[in-house]
T-cell receptor, first 112, second 111 residues
């Protein structure tokens, strides 16, 4: 079946630094990838939709300059949290769309 | 009114029980309906995928969609402790392919 690999699975960074999260579709080409954020005991909130070779489409309220998304190939999308602050601490999950939607295992970001 | 409503529970049942989970929605454009299982600190994994109305069965899991009532259900038969997780309904429709999730229901199956 379709597999999506997400790295790192957890990261701790200092306030003010940037963190990059990678999402790879291992056995299929994903024209569309999605990035979600999930707070404890909350559902997944869509942050942005990225299409290979074009700019990401951000959901209302999501800062484009803070959450940089790059979808440079059909198998790789990256999310960079720039100038991270403690309130950015959360669980970030990517999803790749082929015939269905396959999710990565998530990245737990802690900003100290 | 939220687009997708799901009772967050928590729901606690004994092993072997039949579990019923459900979601309601308001957007008539939704045509694709999914149930995901999410273990703590993991990404969601797809359990069931249904297009439009009807029933679908896969092992101990049965998904039902009633578009006239805007209501979807997931039934788990002979529940096992390993079924303990958060169950999320998700749906999509239209051309943007975005998924809209319910809040998730936390299920605990007690041995």
């Amino acid at each position: 079946g379709a597999v999506v690999s997400q790295h790192p699975s957890w990261v701790i960074c200092k306030s003010g630094t940037s963190v990059k999260i990678e999402c790879r579709s291992l056995d299929f080409q994903a024209t569309t990838m999605f990035w979600y954020r999930q707070f404890p005991k909350q559902s997944l909130m869509l942050m942005a939709t990225s299409n290979e070779g074009s700019k990401a489409t951000y959901e209302q309220g999501v800062e484009k300059d803070k959450f940089l998304i790059n979808h440079a190939s059909l198998t790789l999308s990256t999310l960079t949290v720039t100038s991270a602050h403690p309130e950015d601490s959360s669980f970030y999950i990517c999803s790749a769309r082929d015939y269905g939607y396959t999710f990565g295992s998530g990245t737990r970001l802690t900003v100290v | 009114q939220k687009e997708v409503e799901q009772d967050p529970g928590p729901l606690s049942v004994p092993e072997g029980a039949i579990v019923s989970l459900n979601c309601t929605y308001s957007n008539s454009a939704f045509q694709y309906f999914m149930w995901y299982r999410q273990y703590s600190r993991k990404g969601p994994e797809l359990l069931m995928y249904t297009y439009s109305s009807g029933n679908k069965e896969d092992g101990r899991f049965t998904a039902q969609v009633d578009k006239s009532s805007k209501y979807i259900s997931l039934f788990i038969r002979d529940s096992q402790p390993s079924d303990s997780a958060t169950y999320l309904c998700a749906m999509s429709g239209g051309s943007n392919y975005k998924l809209t999730f319910g809040k998730g229901t936390l299920l605990t199956v007690n041995p």
